[in-house]
């Protein structure tokens, strides 16, 4: 089972450049996610889907963009990177309904240095 | 706003030692609670939940029950292992998309 499958795993850029996180799911979930996980902050969310051409700002939205074409894809766009954006990505994806208490599926990571 | 709070790390454990992690929280409406670990280098993963007050979510020897009338959420394990070394966070649900974490609490089992 693949789960939530994010990459790159590690990716050095350099300031100004651009980039894209790559994340999808195979478990045919609306809910995806993009946090950003810095030292002493815990889990902070980027943007999030709830499905299909549906996406909206979290906490942290600025610098990134996202778009959500299909139930599997949720990239994450990095528009012109900042040594700000040095953190470890994580996609994460849910269900919809309550059955499954909302439990979230994470990816592994992405470690992303912008120097 | 809803919210999740606990306690600061990191905690540092000989192991076989007792466990307890701290987690409060404040929300509008009836939660699902979670605890989920991160292990070194990896993503988060659930560790165990509990959707309704009284329920007692259990899984690796560690145990959380959901208290309504104190909002808490403790997480415990009678003896913890070297291999239970991880950042635990605690995380709330009150319905749909959002999930709020804590900050994490870090966990360190000395042999």
């Known amino acids: 089972n693949a789960g939530v499958t994010q990459t790159p795993k590690f990716q050095v850029l350099k300031t100004g450049q651009s980039m894209t996180l790559q994340c999808a799911q195979d478990?045919?979930?609306?809910?995806m996610s993009w946090y950003r996980q810095d030292p002493g902050m815990g889990l902070r969310l980027i943007h999030y889907?709830?499905?299909?051409?549906?996406?909206d700002q979290g906490e942290v939205p600025n610098g990134y963009n996202v778009s959500r074409s299909t139930t599997e894809d949720f990239p994450l766009r990095l528009l012109s990177a900042a040594p700000s954006q040095t953190s470890v990505y994580f996609c994460?994806?849910?269900?919809?309904?309550?059955?499954?208490?909302?439990?979230?599926?994470f990816g592994e990571g992405s470690w992303l240095t912008v120097v | 706003g809803d919210s999740v709070t606990q306690m600061e790390g990191p905690v540092t454990l000989s192991e076989e030692a007792f466990l307890t992690i701290n987690c409060t929280y404040t929300?509008?409406?009836?939660?699902?609670l979670f605890w989920y670990v991160q292990y070194p280098g990896e993503g988060l993963q659930l560790l165990l939940k509990?959707?309704?007050?009284?329920d007692k979510g259990s899984n690796k020897g560690f145990e959380a029950t959901y208290r309504k009338e104190t909002t808490s959420f403790h997480l415990e394990k009678g003896s913890v292992q070297v291999s239970d070394s991880a950042v635990y966070f605690c995380?709330?649900?009150?319905?749909?998309?959002?999930?709020?974490f804590g900050a994490g609490t870090r966990l360190f089992v000395k042999a």
């Open positions: 994460a994806s849910s269900y919809s309904g309550t059955g499954d208490g909302n439990t979230i599926y």
């Open positions: 478990m045919n979930h609306e809910y």
């Open positions: 889907s709830v499905g299909a051409g549906i996406t």
């Open positions: 929300a509008t409406g009836y939660p699902s």
């Open positions: 509990a959707t309704k007050a009284d």
């Open positions: 995380a709330l649900n009150t319905g749909g998309f959002k999930t709020i």
